[in-house]
């Protein structure tokens, strides 16, 4: 198989639920960049079975600081970010190296199709879309970001068709625990910001985020795990603004 010429990069740590099948699908690129903050399970031991993999250590910087780590290491023009509970589609592979060899762009927006209690989100779904692909010189990341950190780059972005596969959410435990990680950062970071809790906004984000999840994303077309999936986004939405109440509260008594 023709190596594509382009670097992948992941950060990680305690993820060999989900390393093999991520590695599999990008066997075919130059080089694999695996930034791990310290995993104490079997996800190295896993990656070294890999000969495009480059293993690197870094302890935890934070999520937007250590992609930015991984991405600085890659050799390519091209770079292609993905996370350890991610896989890439065969369509979405094909038109990565369309878009290297024809050049007419500066990245790709890809389409990120999560699987959820063992099935994937409905084709009429509204997904995630992401710049994941790109030239490295065009790409930066905002390294204030806590949580949800995205990279921005300088140029013509073209939308692929192809998806990006997302296992991250294998259970509602996990999904639960998501939640809470995140909803936590992202609090902090809009104290940070100086942005305020708002007590009408707190009483009614979980029915707008759920509405906006169920219906206009068309989560109801995934079942019954879309209407979990949409339950979890709405109580995450009130997550953040409770917490940023509670960061409230929590420093005026200190002064």
């Known amino acids: 198989m023709t190596s594509i010429n382009a670097s992948v990069y992941v950060i990680c740590c305690n993820e060999e639920q989900h390393i093999g099948r991520l590695l599999e699908s990008v066997k075919g690129f130059d080089e694999v960049i695996l930034v791990d903050s310290g995993s104490k399970d079997g996800t190295l031991d896993i990656a ?3 000969s495009n993999v480059h293993i690197f250590h870094q302890p935890w910087l934070g999520y937007a600081k250590q992609k930015a780590e ?5 050799k390519n023009n091209w770079v292609l970010n993905l996370d350890a509970d991610e896989v890439l589609s065969d369509e979405l592979k094909t038109e990565i190296k369309v878009a290297i ?9 890809c389409r990120l199709s999560e699987v959820f209690l063992g099935q994937s989100s409905h084709q009429f779904s509204k997904h995630a ?7 490295k010189a065009k790409g930066h990341y905002n390294l204030s970001a806590l949580v949800h950190e995205s990279i921005s780059v300088d140029g013509k972005i073209r939308h692929a068709d192809g998806v990006i596969y ?5 259970s509602i435990e996990t999904m639960i625990r998501k939640n809470n990680e995140y909803s936590t950062l992202a609090a902090k970071m809009k104290f940070l910001q100086k942005k305020r809790a708002n007590t009408f906004k707190m009483i009614f984000i979980f029915f707008w985020a759920f509405w906006r999840a169920y219906f206009f994303k068309r989560f109801f077309l995934n079942g019954i795990a879309g209407f979990i999936h949409s ?3 709405g109580f995450y939405a009130f997550l953040k603004e409770a917490k940023l109440y509670e960061l409230e509260i929590t420093q005026n008594s200190k002064e």
């Open 129 to 135: 879309d992401k710049i994941r692909f790109f030239k």
């Open 48 to 50: 070294k079975k890999f």
């Open 70 to 74: 991984a991405l600085n290491k890659c």
């Open 231 to 233: 339950m979890s986004i």
């Open 166 to 170: 997302h296992y991250g959410l294998s």
């Open 101 to 109: 060899d024809q050049d007419n762009c500066d990245g790709l927006s």
